[in-house]
């Protein structure tokens, strides 16, 4: 099901009044045109969404599948600098 908002003029700016199901979090939102549609996402601190990813790449078992293999033996080469 839809809700309607109503669009008026605030300053030289559209805008439109949230309904309170839809409040988002912060200060401040990022929005993007997709054809006739507006998206808005909360603009959350970025070290929480990169949190976020890691833990979506941890629970897809990705990590276990680019581990290396350790060497048979030890590097035993001579180091060119000490």
């Known amino acids: 099901m839809e809700d309607r908002v109503k669009i008026f003029t ?4 559209q ?7 839809y409040r988002l979090p912060g200060e401040s ?13 909360a603009a959350d601190d970025v070290w929480a969404r990169f949190d ?5 790449l941890a629970a897809t078992g ?5 581990q290396r293999e350790q060497p048979k033996r ?9």
Do not use: M, W
């Not at 605030?10 to 700016?13: A, E, I, R, Y």
């Not at 976020?52 to 979506?56: A, S």
């Not at 030890?74 to 000490?82: E, P, S």
């Open 10 to 13: 605030s300053g030289n700016s």
């Open 15 to 21: 805008a439109i009044r949230l309904p309170k199901k």
């Open 29 to 41: 939102a990022h929005i993007q045109r997709r054809g006739n549609s507006l998206i808005i996402t």
């Open 52 to 56: 976020r990813g890691v833990q979506g």
């Open 62 to 66: 990705f990590c276990e599948k680019i």
């Open 74 to 82: 030890a590097d035993t080469r001579t180091k060119v600098f000490q």
